[in-house]
């Protein structure tokens, strides 16, 4: 594969350079409701009284959401046009928030949790594949993918500044409600400044695809959050089989389809299939972490919401400085090993928190924290270009969508799985006769404990300890991701494959 000498026609206007500012707010919201949760899990609990297993639920059925329609809308994307589908989408974004903000119980919640996720699958597609249609020159291309995952991992990083920020002055629907101005610009600059693209499919969407491949993410997910947070019962290995059937069944259906909804030579690109899985893995990583992280800041630390916001802020400026050293590294180092790189010092900088939160002071948290983001800013911004380039033009809505529903299957799981082993930590370090609204969570156990009582200190000994086994577990998974990249992901950025 030829990389194609980008000719002056192909270099982006005022314009296009403005419409990135459009795509980008869009994937900043998204980030942002994925975390900005996180910060109001004490104040809900209070309000609605969830179990912990709603409580997982509800952070995490967003992403599941996401995750199990992201290929069928990046399809969606390239038949009826990516801009269309993004304004579309924004609007019922801005409507499922406001059902979030009133939801009167932690079932109400978790069901306008699913309809975010829904209408948030019909936008990311579209922002990845119209930044791919808008920027032909590879190295615009990369700058504005830098400044599109800036977004996306300062956004998610910010999400606990935001819900901080509001839950000092209003209450926790406060955190949904926030989107609908967001909403209201994208939808009024994207009509005017956004350019319509389409993908040169014809054919209907497979129906059947689209059902299994929700079908094979949600019921494992489920398996996995059941076995780690109640144990083993006969609804573990049935929705395993169900997921792993389904999933068995999706692969052999796009092998006999003309369209597929995954184009499966794809993965044949080295470029392409180790970015997937290093940025999944990453992603897997930071989130399930990060999901725990704000309520240890709020319950163990003392701190208010606005402040524990703030003091998340070192891993989203750091994400962000990223994209004054972004071109520097891809044309010195290169892609593949810029981007194990960026995993490695990701690793090191968990495995630093892990140590961190264990200490009585603040500073080791926000170095730690400042090396994560940069590490995962380098590696999700050169992953995610890699992604882009890979893949045909005609096919960048479904392959974008591969790379987004890799990112938010990472989110998925890495919530329930992550926090999931996070609880049965916190459970295990509890004494055997606690009570049991201590043992459902250190959240519940604020709500009935006097945080100077003895049960409630050993109950923050128990959090800091599972916190700092999940952050280790964080940290090999990282390390992991880095070798998949170090030896799949070449050191040249290959062109987009012409058919």
């Not at 019921?219 to 389904?246: E, Q, S």
């Not at 992280?293 to 003091?311: E, I, T």
């Not at 050169?382 to 989110?411: F, K, N, W």
Request: aromatic share 6%; glycine share 10%.
């Amino acid at each position: 594969m030829q990389q194609t000498t980008a000719t002056p026609t192909h270099r982006a206007t005022t314009r296009e350079w403005a419409s990135l500012g459009v795509l980008t707010l869009a994937v900043v919201l998204l980030a942002v409701d994925g975390t900005v949760l996180a910060l109001a899990v004490p104040a809900l609990t209070a309000d609605l009284d969830p179990t912990a297993t709603q409580v997982l639920w509800i952070g995490d059925v967003y992403s599941f959401a996401l995750a199990g329609l992201l290929v069928t809308m990046g399809n969606v994307a390239d038949r009826i046009g990516r801009k269309r589908l993004l304004l579309v989408g924004s609007v019922a974004f801005g409507l499922a928030s406001a059902g979030a903000a009133f939801a009167q119980g932690p079932e109400v919640l978790i069901a306008a949790r699913a309809l975010l996720g829904i209408a948030g699958a019909t936008l990311m597609p579209s922002t990845l594949s119209l930044v791919r249609a808008i920027f032909r020159d590879p190295r615009q291309r990369t700058r504005a993918i830098a400044v599109w995952s800036a977004g996306a991992t300062g956004g998610a990083a910010a999400g606990p500044l935001v819900g901080g920020a509001l839950l000092e002055h209003f209450w926790w629907g406060s955190v949904f409600l926030i989107n609908i101005p967001v909403i209201v610009v994208i939808v009024v600059a994207g009509a005017f400044l956004l350019p319509e693209s389409k993908g040169g499919a014809r054919t209907p969407i497979d129906l059947l695809s689209a059902v299994l491949s929700v079908v094979a993410i949600v019921p494992l997910v489920y398996a996995v959050k059941h076995l780690v947070g109640h144990g083993a019962d006969w609804t573990v290995p049935v929705a395993a089989l169900v997921g792993i059937g389904a999933g068995w069944w999706f692969v052999r259906r796009q092998r006999t389809l003309a369209t597929p909804l995954i184009d499966l030579q794809l993965f044949r690109i080295p470029a392409f299939a180790g970015a997937v899985v290093a940025n999944s893995l990453s992603v897997f990583a930071l989130t399930g972490l990060l999901f725990f992280f704000s309520q240890y800041l709020q319950l163990v630390r003392g701190f208010s919401p606005l402040l524990a916001g703030a003091a998340e802020l070192p891993a989203t400026v750091a994400s962000i400085a990223v994209i004054a050293v972004i071109g520097l590294l891809t044309r010195h180092v290169g892609p593949g090993r810029s981007i194990g790189l960026g995993l490695a010092v990701a690793a090191v900088g968990m495995a630093g928190l892990a140590f961190a939160e264990g200490l009585p002071t603040y500073v080791g948290i926000a170095i730690a924290l400042a090396v994560v983001g940069l590490g995962v800013g380098v590696s999700m911004t050169l992953a995610t270009d890699a992604v882009v380039a890979a893949a045909p033009r005609e096919r960048a809505g479904a392959a974008s969508a591969i790379s987004e529903t890799g990112y938010e299957l990472g989110v998925a799981m890495g919530i329930a799985v992550l926090g999931s082993l996070q609880t049965a930590f916190y459970r295990a370090n509890l004494d055997a006769g606690a009570p049991d609204r201590v043992r459902e969570s250190l959240a519940s156990a604020a709500q009935v404990l006097d945080p100077s009582s003895p049960v409630f200190a050993q109950a923050q000994h128990a959090f800091t300890g599972g916190m700092q086994l999940a952050s280790v577990c964080a940290a090999v998974l990282l390390a992991v991701a880095s070798v998949v990249a170090l030896r799949v992901i070449p050191n040249r950025q290959d062109g987009p494959r012409e058919h």
